[in-house]
C-alpha cells in the first residue's frame, strides 16, 4: 500500500472525481479527511462538511484536518465552484471586435440581433 501510515485532506470530495480520490487515497492506506458542502455519503475517516466559499470555513480546514488526523501528509484541492452570470445583450460589433468573446448565451442566438 503506497499510502500506509500517511494522511490526506481532499476537498471538494462530495463530486464524482472527488469520491474516486478519497477512495483511491484510502485503498492505498490512506486515513482521509473529506471537505465539502455534505460529505456524509462519502467512505472517508473524517468529515469537514462546510462551504468553501466561506473563508472562516476555509481559515480553519487546516487546522480541524490536523485535529482529527494528527498531521496531513497530502492535501489534495479538488474543490470548484460553478456559477452562472447573466451574459449582457452585446452588440454583434462587439462580439465580433472581441475575438475572446465565447459566452455560451451569445453563441446560443439570444444576442442576434
Partial sequence: M???GKTALVTGAAGGIGQAIV????????????ADLDSSAIPADVHLDGDLLNPKYCDG???AAVE??????????NAGVITKIVCFDLSISHQASNPNFTFEHCMSGKNSH
Avoid at 477512495?23 to 473529506?34: F, I, K, N, P
Avoid at 482529527?68 to 501528509?73: C, Q, R, T, Y
Fill in 23 to 34: 477512495a483511491g487515497l484510502r485503498a492505498e492506506g490512506a486515513r482521509v479527511a473529506a
Fill in 68 to 77: 482529527e488526523l494528527g498531521s496531513i501528509d497530502i492535501i489534495l484541492n
Fill in 61 to 63: 480546514l487546516i487546522t
Fill in 2 to 4: 503506497r499510502f500506509s
